[in-house]
């Protein structure tokens, strides 16, 4: 690739440190953020005031919370595009947790928007925010052959295990994969730890010697503590896991795969909604899990 200039659409608990990355690697970043305060500790980063004025930027990275947001936030620059079309292999790059259906029809708007000049690839992540300050996010991309190879470097100033999972959608689908084994084992964790602590025996203790045995995961290691301490002050919010578990499902009525672990655990995290746990932590599942201890003791 010989333009190292990005355009960077969301700058939130994710974006903002994976934006701060990408220019601490040499690239020419700006970025358009709803609100101004998080510029001030972003340093070597421009601003623009609307996400149209992104418009010539040769790469566009878009991490907000879900499709609609980023239909939303881009159709200033449809407009612009339609105006005079950019130029031709301009690539958007969804890199948040999208449905993998309908980001291969948001593909389809931005080819007819840019005069048939632009080509989306989904490139959605894991590791949290530690990943996304570290640089080791893991990435999973959904393009062309020819499309990666281009976006690899940049890839790489973000994360350290970077893998083309097929055409526009398999990074979606990949990432709906991971929340699947994510969201059910951080739920099995919770379900662990209210049994144990009102059997009378010590969380922490029990998920160290669960982390030497079969039992051992990344989830354990990385949520593991949260659930031990009770610590829900968010990192990401568990709604989001709600969210992902739908595309799950979606998938699989696509491809008719039966998903009965998917399938228990939407529910549980839609409980977790309806209960205002919502914007804490994905480790508040645990205290989802104790309400509904309190719910059979009042029946």
Known sequence: ????????????????????NIAKAGWVVTAWNRSDAVFEGL????????VAGLRDEPIIIFMLPDLPFIEAAAEGLFDAWRSEPPQPGTAVVIMSS???????????????????????????????TAGAESGTLAIMAGASKADFERLLPLFETMGTTVRRMGPLGSGSLAKACNQLIVGTTTAALAEAAE?????????????????????????LDVVGPRLAAKDYAPTGPAKFMHKDLAFVVQ??????????????????????????????????????????SLSMADN
Not at 43 to 50: D, H, N, S, W
């Open 1 to 20: 690739m010989t333009s190292k200039r990005v355009g960077f659409v969301g700058l939130g608990l994710m974006g903002a440190p994976m934006a701060a």
């Open 43 to 50: 340093a070597g980063i421009g601003r623009v005031g609307t």
């Open 98 to 128: 999208v449905s993998p259906t309908d980001v291969r029809q948001f593909g389809e708007r931005v080819h007819q928007a840019s005069d048939g000049n632009a080509v989306v690839i989904d490139a959605p992540v894991s590791g949290g």
């Open 195 to 219: 049994l144990a602590e009102r059997s009378g025996m010590d969380v922490a203790a029990l998920y160290e010697v669960l982390a030497g045995g079969l039992a051992g995961s990344r989830v």
């Open 251 to 292: 998938s699989a009525e696509a491809v008719g795969s039966p998903v009965p672990m998917a399938s228990a655990a939407i529910q549980l995290y839609g409980e977790l909604k309806r209960q205002g746990l919502g914007d804490q932590d994905l480790a508040v599942v645990r205290q989802a899990i104790a309400n509904l």
